[in-house]
């Protein structure tokens, strides 16, 4: 199944949980969606930006995916139902906490990787988050033992 058909976000949004191999898949598409999402929050995809998520989803997934993949995931249209944060509201009680952190982390060298942080991009940051229900302590790594 490939990552980019958002299939397991799709799968959720019709009623039912993820099995484990799901969960990862979930993870995957939840990545690439907020990534590409960010990509394009400030109207500008640089090149740049396609490039570091291409790598960060190689990374945190094992998946190799397109400049066209990145492109679509980050179409308006797939968001023509319901704005991301209503998916990321909605699948967020499927992710693990670390997955939901991972995100957030991942988000956030997106932003920063044409080195040019846009109000706008700073905005989709903080939606995110909230959406993933993240808290301050979280996002910068602090956590209990």
Do not use: W
């Amino acid at each position: 199944m490939a990552i980019a058909d958002l299939s397991s976000i799709l799968k959720i949004f019709g009623g039912s949980s993820p099995s484990e191999e799901e969960q990862e898949s979930l993870f995957g598409e939840v990545l690439l969606m907020v990534l590409a999402r960010a990509s394009s929050s400030d109207a500008n995809m640089a090149p740049v930006e396609i490039e570091h998520i291409q790598q960060v989803m190689e990374r945190e997934t094992g998946q190799e995916l397109s400049a066209a993949d990145v492109r679509k995931a980050a179409r308006p249209e797939l968001y023509a139902d319901a704005n991301l944060r209503k998916y990321l509201r909605t699948v967020q009680k499927q992710l693990r906490g670390q997955d939901r952190i991972t995100i957030a982390q991942t988000l956030a060298e997106i932003i920063k990787s044409d080195c040019d942080i846009s109000v706008l991009e700073i905005d989709f940051f903080n939606r995110v988050a909230g959406a993933l229900e993240l808290s301050p302590a979280e996002l910068v790594g602090l956590s209990a033992n």
